[in-house]
């Protein structure tokens, strides 16, 4: 449509909607989990400087397993005492916390808040979800990840726990769901077909991990956390230009979308929505609009009103040079 109109007065028609994981969004940008959501004041900033969604700083389960181990050390010889105390304890740290964040936050903003839910034991995984709904989340984002360290685990049983936290999550919410996933995966296409085939409404792509590292001079471990590098997006693209197109579930790239380039390059590969945490910390809040404003000055230009316009138009499945997606290799690159 837009073909026929004039650049000046396709101006005010370009339209940034998008929708993912079947919520409205006004725009595909979201605020990814980070400490610029971990509240609902912050969660409104991000909101005022543009953002179409957030989503909320994660829930660990850490933190309470943490507590828990300490007092039932503590309170070894007292079991009645220890389930008193641990009802104080998961209120303290645990759920409703979080949840009273998200009830903070649905009052404060229109724009959809997603939870984030970062468990180890299958228990609480279904159970944070189902507590973080009735606080109202418009949609969950499980990040599943542990460290595999013992020989006798097999990569198909770590995919395995996967699609056992996803089915007990997707069971007892209806609201969204989707997962966040490690990079580390060898056969993305086959688990985002099984994770489909349990409901799971969409993949984000990925997550990011804080690494250990060593001090030299103390002789001692430690661990460090990054932010992204622009050379980060490479792998987000790859994974998000592959899998779009192929099935019903929703991508949303996450990790080195640094400005409204990288973007639309998402955009153009499939993805429904991407999300930005670096580059925020980086620039500001502000820079949400510059990455807006971007996409906005690249649509006119290219004369498309509308994401859905031009959407996939790069992806695996529909481009015709696809084999890009797929070459890993320095095949040509002998000469460098
Ligand atoms: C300070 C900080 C805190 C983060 N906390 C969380 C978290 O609680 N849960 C989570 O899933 N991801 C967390 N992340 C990861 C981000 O959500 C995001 O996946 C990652 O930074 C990659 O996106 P980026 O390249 O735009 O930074 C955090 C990132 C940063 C920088």
Redesign the pocket.
Known sequence: MLHFLTKESGKNMIDLKTNYLGLELNNPLIV????LTKNADKMYECQKAGAGAV?V??LFEEALALEQIKLSEALEDHPEAYDYKYANIEKMYGSEQYCEIIREAKRKLNIPVIA?L?CISEKWWKNYAKQVEEAGADAIEL?IYTTVYNEAVSASEVEYNYLRIAESVRKSVDIPVAI?ISKYITAFPNLAFLLEKRGINGLVMF??FVEPDIDISKMELRSV?N??KPE?FRVTLRWIGILSGERDIDLCA????FDAEDAIKVLLAGGKSF?????I?NNGLSHIRVILDGITEWMKKNNYSSIEEFRGKLSFKSSELNNQFLRAQFIEKTDI
Request: contains cysteine; charged residues 15%; proline residues 0%.
């Open positions: 990814g989990s980070c400490g989503v700083k994660s984030s970062n990040n966040k997550n990011k956390f932010f992204s980060d996450s990790t080195g979308i999300q930005v945490v670096s580059a910390y």
